[in-house]
């Protein structure tokens, strides 16, 4: 294969594997310095390889950093525990004692270790008997020679090392991908069951589904394709691995920021939300523009916009309450659908108790007390639900209206019965005064015939 070649296959396995040549390339050189050390190289050597990858030639060299210089007896004991170390990777079984505070001693050895590093570093002295000019800090670049059965003889390590190097990167390109996804809704394809698990698959990655973040109502069918909220990624020696839900409250909330555009930008709110997944779910929302309807932006056109979101949660019933300040509000919302007559709340122990029409009771309960049990998890209030009787109840209303009502009711009653008394009085007036005149011109007339005899 040409050099041509060996830079179209790094180039495609780039794409493939969605990393960046030039950690392709120090992969490579990394690969190569390790086969070079393991086979030609010498204990105390710091190598580093240069691959050119348009002509392949490689550059060994052995690089040290000047330090200031050591004494003896320290070079002594560094030297002693190199061997020391030495044995320990063949294999020898040295007793190790229990782990006790570290000595005075052992710790100025340890700083000493710090120090110097035969390894990485050079002594002054030495160094300028390679470059007469070396100063402390400066990178002392000894070249090393290439023999010819390097290539065969570094092959199969330099393959073992990149294979396994590519494998690494191409993990941490993914972990870093998917974590950052950590929290969101995807699209998944149902891979295969393994028992109780459901394995789905995200394209370059499989997740997993567990049982507890499964619903029961559900089938995943293999192939079938299915929305999931990420809820973990976690870095393994296998790769990333990813646990999905179908359960968690979360993926309601993303549903209603991805079908609703007013939750999306943030003009409708959502104050809270209580799930039992698979069954139903209430929702709190709120806004503080008093031009929209948050009830009404959720619901959408004909129930267009809920109707999508409940397809997507395969038929779940979802209850759309609006959010109060107001505790006794909204307990009474979240008790919706059921009509709630009163609503009575004891401050300390953070329970209420809401009053029903005796007919309203099993709504507002609820099947097995689901409706009073996701409204107590909504409004984060203990609720009892008791039924009141409805006459007693209008009769505690009536009592509310203000004496001032009553009063003027009153009032208009009296205003009226003195006007209709007034009417009654006028006609038997007019008749006393129409019989006065009567009487008068009768006893005139009688005077006038009087006179006249």
Not at 273 to 301: F, H, L, M, Y
Request: aromatic share 4%.
């Amino acid at each position: 294969m040409d050099q041509a070649s060996i830079a179209e296959a790094v180039k495609q396995i780039c794409q493939e594997k969605g990393i960046s040549f030039e950690s392709v390339i120090e992969t490579i050189e990394a690969a190569l310095a390790a086969a070079y050390r393991k086979d030609f190289g010498e204990k105390n050597q710091n190598i580093k390889v240069d691959f050119d990858i348009e002509t392949g030639q490689i550059k060994v060299a052995d690089i040290k950093t000047v330090v200031e210089d050591v004494p003896e007896e320290e070079l002594l004991k560094i030297e002693a525990e190199e061997e020391k170390r030495a044995e320990e990777k063949e294999g020898k079984k040295i007793e190790k004692k229990a782990e006790e505070p570290m000595s005075q001693e052992s710790a100025e050895d340890e700083e000493e270790k710090k120090r110097f590093n035969p390894k990485t570093e050079i002594q002054i002295s030495e160094a300028k008997k390679i470059k007469k000019t070396a100063d402390l800090g400066e990178e002392i670049v000894t070249d090393l020679t290439v023999p010819g059965e390097f290539g065969r003889m570094a092959a199969q390590t330099a393959k073992q090392v990149i294979t396994q190097k590519l494998r690494e990167t191409e993990r941490e390109v993914l972990y870093d991908e998917f974590k950052k996804r950590e929290g969101e809704i995807i699209v998944g394809v149902v891979q295969r069951h393994e028992g109780r698990l459901v394995l789905v698959d995200l394209g370059r990655l499989t997740a997993l589904l567990p049982p507890e973040e499964q619903i029961e109502s559900e089938g995943y069918a293999p192939g079938s394709h299915i929305k999931v909220y990420i809820i973990s990624v976690t870095a393994t020696t296998k790769g990333p691995e990813i646990i999905v839900s179908r359960s968690h409250p979360e993926i309601v909330k993303k549903l209603f920021a991805l079908e609703i555009p007013e939750i999306a930008n943030g003009v409708v709110v959502i104050k809270g939300i209580a799930r039992e997944a698979g069954s139903r779910s209430k929702v709190a929302v709120w806004t503080d523009q008093e031009n929209i309807d948050p009830i009404g932006s959720c619901i959408g056109q004909r129930g267009a916009r809920i109707q999508t979101i409940i397809s997507e949660l395969k038929g779940e019933k979802v209850d759309i309450i609006k959010y109060s300040e107001n505790p006794a509000e909204f307990i009474g919302n979240a008790l919706s659908p059921a009509k709630i007559i009163k609503i009575e709340l004891n401050e300390e122990t953070k329970t209420a108790t809401a009053v029903v029409n005796e007919n309203q009771l099993s709504l507002a309960i609820g099947r097995a007390g689901q409706n009073v049990r996701l409204a107590a998890r909504l409004s984060g209030w203990e609720i009892d639900v008791v039924a009141g009787n409805e006459t007693e109840v209008g009769e505690q209303t009536e009592e509310t209206k203000t004496e001032d009502q009553v009063d003027e009711n009153n009032e208009t009653t009296n205003k009226d019965t003195e006007q209709s008394e007034k009417k009654e009085e006028k006609p038997a007036e007019e008749k006393k005064v129409k019989k006065e005149k009567k009487e008068k011109k009768k006893k005139e007339t009688k005077e006038k015939t009087k006179k006249t005899e």
